[in-house]
């Protein structure tokens, strides 16, 4: 089973910087596997970017994907007000076919 | 418009079974599995299996595998989440996703459902 850590497990900052988010994978993982989603309370999930670096429908260019291997990154360029909630990396393999990472909250500061 | 409907919260005792629905429509329900997801109270997402509406495939992840069972019903475009004997430890939200055939992400959610399982 690929596991999938994400750090910080909490990032403060203040709306107009820059996020950095880290997923790091216990094996490689194809590039066209990995997916981030965002999530506020009360919500479900949210598709932000798939394949690792493709935008899904509607998501501001704000957001954007990097890497390969087992080491991907989610940036977000300037932190709107509607941007802090929980992420959480994803990815597709074999046993199990889908695992996720256990996330990063982006708070206020 | 694609939209992923669950049905409502459900209050459980120990041991009561359950079944939880998932209605897929403005798409092909067919063209593209639907897989379970679990969120307990204030954790991470837990992928539990999923199905294929075509022909009923199933897998299931190992920590899930015989506690729950996944099912569809295509004439009907909804896929269902059951479990036999329920435990306090299955109290969770429970949220269905759809994943093209070709993809590797979830790309559209259900609004969850809500399971409390309380004697």
């Known amino acids: 089973e690929i596991v999938l850590t994400q750090s910080p497990g909490t990032l403060s900052l203040s709306p107009g910087e820059r996020a950095t988010l880290s997923c790091r994978a216990s094996?490689?993982?194809?590039?066209?596997?990995l997916a981030w989603y965002q999530q506020k309370p009360g919500q479900a999930p949210r598709l932000l970017i798939y394949?690792?670096?493709s935008r899904a429908t509607g998501i501001p260019d704000r957001f954007s994907g990097s890497g390969s291997g087992t080491d991907f990154t989610l940036t977000i360029s300037r932190l709107e007000p509607e941007d802090f909630a929980v992420y959480y990396c994803?990815?597709?393999?074999?046993?199990?076919?889908?695992?996720f990472g256990p996330g990063t909250k982006v708070d206020i500061k | 418009e694609v939209q992923l409907v669950q049905s409502g919260a459900e209050v459980k005792k120990p041991g009561e079974s359950l079944r939880i629905s998932c209605k897929g429509s403005?798409?092909?329900?067919?063209?593209?599995?639907i897989s379970w997801v679990r969120q307990m109270p204030g954790k991470g997402l837990e992928w539990m299996g999923r199905?294929?509406?075509?022909?009923?495939?199933?897998n299931y992840s190992p920590s899930f595998q015989g506690h729950v069972t996944i099912s569809a019903d295509k004439s009907i475009s909804t896929a269902y989440l059951q479990w036999s004997s329920l435990k306090a430890s299955d109290t969770a939200m429970y949220y269905c996703?759809?994943?093209?055939?070709?993809?590797?992400?979830?790309?559209?959610w259900g609004q969850g459902t809500l399971v409390t399982v309380s004697s």
């Open positions: 996703a759809r994943r093209g055939i070709a993809a590797r992400h979830f790309d559209y």
């Open positions: 403005g798409y092909s329900f067919t063209s593209y599995w």
């Open positions: 199905i294929d509406p075509s022909d009923s495939y199933t």
């Open positions: 094996q490689s993982v194809s590039s066209s596997y």
């Open positions: 394949g690792a670096s």
């Open positions: 994803q990815q597709y393999g074999s046993s199990p076919p889908a695992t």
